[in-house]
């Protein structure tokens, strides 16, 4: 399936951006705009400085991968970037699985692959987008300092 860079993002037009990252700011307090949000719940934000970073919300890491919009956009058309960045692989076992997406979701992992999820079709669902980044900023926030092989339990609460 040869999805495109549309196919890989959501509108994000209609969207509260500022409410998204709150529970990020531990992360991203340097931020003036969202650039994309991916289908994988992923965000794309140009810094204050002018350089593009990439939130990536399974592992709560945040890269520098442009040192302008111009040069991200130049970025977008390489392939590899694509893939690395919006997994279209992934996004296309999940729409040939009939996981389809409703206004306002992104595909959201149940169990985060930094401690342990796999990246399978079963280990993802669509989910609200703001519930997506708040509870993803939230958990990464209290596990960010975690030694790598730290067991975890995450608990819902009411």
Do not use: C
Not at 44 to 65: C, E, H, M, P, Q
């Amino acid at each position: 399936m040869n999805l495109l860079l549309d196919d890989l993002t959501i509108n994000i037009s209609n969207i509260n951006q500022s409410k998204l990252v709150e529970n990020w700011l531990w992360l991203i307090s340097d931020f003036k705009q969202t650039l994309l949000i991916s289908k994988m719940g992923d965000m794309f934000l140009l810094a204050n400085n002018g350089r593009v970073y990439w939130l990536s919300t399974d592992d709560g890491s945040l890269t520098k991968i442009a040192d302008s919009k111009a040069g991200f956009e130049q970025m977008l058309a390489d392939e590899a970037n694509i893939d690395n960045w919006f997994l279209p692989s992934l996004v296309g076992k999940l729409l040939t699985a009939n996981k389809y997406l409703g206004k306002n979701e992104v595909y959201s992992f149940k169990e985060f692959p930094i401690i342990g999820g796999e990246y399978s079709v079963d280990n993802i669902a669509a989910t609200d987008i703001s519930v997506h980044f708040t509870l993803t900023g939230i958990i990464h926030e209290q596990i960010k300092d975690l030694p790598d092989g730290t067991k975890v339990q995450i608990k819902p609460v009411d």
